[in-house]
């Protein structure tokens, strides 16, 4: 693996921590299994850790970096790969889809900064099946809520959303003794794969995440109480669903049954007051 001396000082506002432990690098590019043909993508390569094994196992590999101090020495380090492409840019505005385009999807990897990592996992979660499978090394707690099953107290928004898109498997702990600077506090590798057919479909995604936003609005209150104003206790017992439950109880499947009700209530309240 090529590295190359660096004089960069890391810095906080973009989330640096650089991994430099061989081994625990090793184990998650095997966790990836990067291949010949598969459409890598990696978002902030930093100094390179991971992409120079990537690159080595694949042969092609597209990355997306913010801090421009990093780009001349990633074209030095990688000079040799024809099919090393650097995209300067910000990960969270860049369009993946169209990245796709017409090809094979996206294997999206990366050590996330820490400061960004939830809205970007949303921002790919929500396009569309741009992507075939992400590897994202985040903070421990971050994986937990992402990984966690109804009922327990990790189970939230970030829960509902991923497990709706994706199947998510937590795969190992990584420990601030494997960073440069190290972090506070413990990291976790990630794997979230999008289902190719969603288990339970939202007539409108939009409205469900709406709905899981306010139901979580306050965890210790009931539905009933999160929801008023906007989903009847008599729309929820129509669901089978007990409105004293609170929001960390219930599954993505009783979420999307919620969200395709009250969108079959709410169109016939707008043609309810159009004849009215
Ligand atoms: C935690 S470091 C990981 C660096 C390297 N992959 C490693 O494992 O050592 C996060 C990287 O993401 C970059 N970054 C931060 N915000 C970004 C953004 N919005 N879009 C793309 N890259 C970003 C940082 O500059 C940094 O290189």
Request: no cysteine; proline share 0%.
């Given at each position: 693996m090529s590295q190359v001396p660096q004089q960069h000082r890391a810095r906080k506002r973009f989330g640096q921590n650089f991994l430099r432990d061989l081994g625990i690098i090793s184990r998650i590019v095997r966790s990836i299994g990067p291949r010949e043909g598969d459409r890598l993508v990696e978002i902030g390569p930093g100094q390179g850790a991971l992409t120079g094994p990537l690159l080595e196992a694949a042969g092609a590999l597209e990355v997306i970096e913010?801090?421009?101090?990093l780009i001349p020495g990633l074209r030095v380090q990688f000079f040799n790969y024809p099919e090393f492409v650097i995209h300067e840019g910000d990960a969270l505005k860049f369009d993946f889809a169209a990245l796709k385009g017409d090809g094979p999807a996206l294997r999206v990897v990366g050590n996330l900064p820490y400061n960004i990592s939830t809205p970007l996992i949303v921002h790919l979660l929500t396009?569309?099946?741009?992507?075939?499978d992400m590897h994202f090394m985040l903070q421990k707690e971050v994986v937990e809520r992402l990984a966690a099953q109804p009922g327990g107290t990790d189970w939230g928004r970030l829960s509902v959303m991923a497990q709706y898109y994706c199947q998510v498997d937590q795969l190992f702990i990584v420990p601030p003794e494997a960073f440069v600077p190290r972090p506070k506090v413990d990291s976790a590798i990630v794997r979230l794969t999008p289902h190719t057919t969603l288990p339970h479909v939202a007539d409108d995604p939009v409205l469900l995440f709406e709905l899981v936003k306010l139901a979580f609005g306050?965890?210790?209150?009931t539905l009933r109480n999160n929801f008023k104003g906007r989903v009847s206790p008599e729309t929820l017992e129509t669901l089978g669903i007990d409105p004293t439950r609170r929001p960390q109880t219930l599954t993505v499947a009783e979420y999307v049954a919620i969200a395709n009700q009250v969108a079959v209530d709410d169109a016939a309240g707008a043609e309810g007051s159009d004849k009215g």
């Open positions: 913010l801090d421009r101090d396009a569309g099946n741009a992507v075939a306050q965890r210790r209150k």
